[in-house]
């Protein structure tokens, strides 16, 4: 399960689901809630072979594109 806490803006879903996709990730559900100009994402997921992401070398890695592509929106 990846939880992300942010300021919502323009093209925050857009991105995540691009970095994800990029790293092969299989998004299975998101749970979305935006208040008062936050946003507290919720996203299922897994490897591409439907396997948990347990390795801490690819969950800091993932944890690294998505705060860089965060970054640039």
């Given at each position: 399960m990846l939880d992300i806490e942010t300021?919502?803006?323009v093209g925050l879903l857009?991105?995540?689901s691009k970095t994800l996709s990029d790293l092969e990730i299989d998004l299975s559900?998101?749970?979305i809630i935006t208040e008062k100009g936050a946003a507290f994402d919720s996203?299922?997921?897994r490897n591409a072979d439907f396997t948990k992401i347990t390795?801490?070398?690819q969950q800091a890695e993932i944890e690294r594109l998505l705060r860089k592509a965060l970054e640039e929106i």
């Amino acid at each position: 399960m990846l939880d992300i806490e942010t300021e919502d803006r323009v093209g925050l879903l857009y991105v995540i689901s691009k970095t994800l996709s990029d790293l092969e990730i299989d998004l299975s559900l998101a749970k979305i809630i935006t208040e008062k100009g936050a946003a507290f994402d919720s996203f299922y997921i897994r490897n591409a072979d439907f396997t948990k992401i347990t390795s801490r070398q690819q969950q800091a890695e993932i944890e690294r594109l998505l705060r860089k592509a965060l970054e640039e929106i």
